[in-house]
């Protein structure tokens, strides 16, 4: 049974925040659906993530059991498995995975959830959802979205992964870049061209690609400097022959279906960077509060409680920002300049906290035995992955 069916019925008991202090932009169930997810992170996220991160990834068990308690369906039609609930439901569940200091855990569970599988479900067939949707839900099978390329991160269109049509299929050359789940996933939505000599933005199409399709390979596992137990991975596709009914949508369509599904990506990400803010600040004032020097806490010192207040401000700021653009794209109008802000304004933001907590920290904040550390490293991605701050910031800057 689909656990936020549960978090309706109130049987999944508890709210996190007071109503009297809760965000308009939240309901009821919101709050009970933060409390399940916090009430996971506390219990069957902290207690493990530094073995996950030794050993490079997330145990598919976990992600079966996110999948149970329908973490991976929240934005889905209940007639999948899913809760049907809305963009700012995403918020709270990235958010709160956020919060958990294992950012790695996040971003495997959010790309599956929200990045990936989203592809399907907005340009799918019904057939196509039909097959795949139910087990994509439950967490059986994990999904990967391949844009970038070793010659194409920020600039898109630059792809050159190349789909020939061939009969009743397709036959898929190329290379992916820096694909998160890329070692561990099941099915991968992969962009390539269709046609070589027409405009960039009408030539990309999205395509299904099942592991183990011969020709498809999983080359190198990517060694990162932060969200170790997130596995990041080189695909090659070398002669790969998919059938038809594996492309996603119409060709010539991707472009515009990967610019969409950044706008949820982009969001996405902006709430997992200030969950990670607001629990690196609370981990540090905890910190200055009993580690005393010259004689006292460094709580007294004001400027470590000033700039520690003035970062707790930005971050609600950021957050103020996060859920309105959330609300917006969930009210269908163009958001694009308010999710650019976002990822701009977030991604930036919380390297400025970490930055702050490590120095903080002093020493400790340089171990790798130290939350903050490791916090640090994972943060450094969150302003370069799903869209730079320059490039964001040019989409807010042309729409000005
Ligand atoms: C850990 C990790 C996981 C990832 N997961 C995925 C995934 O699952 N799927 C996927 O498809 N991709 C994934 N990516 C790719 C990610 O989205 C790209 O790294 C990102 O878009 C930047 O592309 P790039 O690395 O090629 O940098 P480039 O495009 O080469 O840019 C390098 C730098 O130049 C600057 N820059 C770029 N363009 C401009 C501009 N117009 N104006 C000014 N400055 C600019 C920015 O500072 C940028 O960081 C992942 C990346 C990482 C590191």
């Given amino acids: 049974m689909n656990k936020i069916a549960d978090i309706r019925s109130g049987e999944v008991a508890g709210e996190v925040t007071p109503p009297a202090r809760r965000s308009p932009y939240f309901s009821q169930e919101h709050e009970i659906l933060r409390a399940q997810v916090r009430r996971f992170v506390e219990t069957e996220i902290k207690p493990h993530g530094l073995a996950w991160e030794e050993q490079g990834y997330v145990p598919r068990d976990v992600l079966r059991r996110m999948g149970s308690l329908g973490f991976f369906g929240i934005r889905y039609p209940e007639r999948y498995g899913g809760s049907d609930m809305d963009a700012l439901a995403t918020v709270v569940l990235a958010e709160e995975l956020g919060r958990s200091t294992f950012s790695g855990v996040a971003t495997t569970a959010l790309v599956h959830s929200e990045m990936a599988s989203i592809h399907l479900f907005r340009a799918g067939t019904e057939a196509q959802k039909d097959k795949w949707m139910p087990r994509i839900i439950a967490g ?28 009743d299929g397709y036959v898929i050359d190329g290379a992916k870049m820096f694909i998160t789940n890329g070692v561990h996933a099941d099915l991968y939505f992969v962009a390539a061209k269709t046609d070589r000599n027409g405009r960039p933005s009408r030539s990309l199409t999205m395509f299904m690609v099942e592991k183990g399709t011969p020709g498809f390979t999983v080359g190198r596992t990517l060694d990162k400097h932060g969200w170790r137990c997130s596995d990041t991975a080189e695909l090659r596709f070398d002669g790969c022959r998919i059938p038809v009914e594996h492309r996603l949508g119409e060709e010539g369509k991707g472009f515009y279906a990967i610019m969409q599904n950044f706008q949820n990506e982009r969001i996405t990400i902006g709430a997992t960077a200030m969950g990670e803010a607001r629990a690196a600040i609370d981990l540090t004032l905890d910190y200055v509060k009993t580690r005393k020097a010259f004689g006292a806490p460094l709580w007294e010192r004001e400027t470590i409680r000033q700039r520690l207040a003035m970062l707790a401000a930005k971050v609600e700021a950021g957050r103020a920002l996060v859920h309105h653009a959330a609300w917006l794209a969930g009210q269908g109008v163009d958001a694009t300049k308010e999710v650019s802000m976002v990822k701009a304004y977030c991604g930036e933001l919380v390297n400025e906290v970490m930055y702050n907590c490590v120095q903080f920290h002093g020493g400790m904040g340089f171990m790798r035995e130290s939350t903050i550390e490791r916090m640090s490293r994972d943060a450094r991605v969150q302003n370069i992955g799903g869209g730079a701050t320059e490039v964001m910031l040019e989409e807010v800057a042309k729409r000005m």
């Fill in 140 to 167: 059986e099978v994990i999904t990967a979205v391949a844009v970038t390329e070793p010659d194409a991160g920020s600039d898109v269109k630059a792809i050159r992964t190349f789909a020939r049509r061939d009969g």
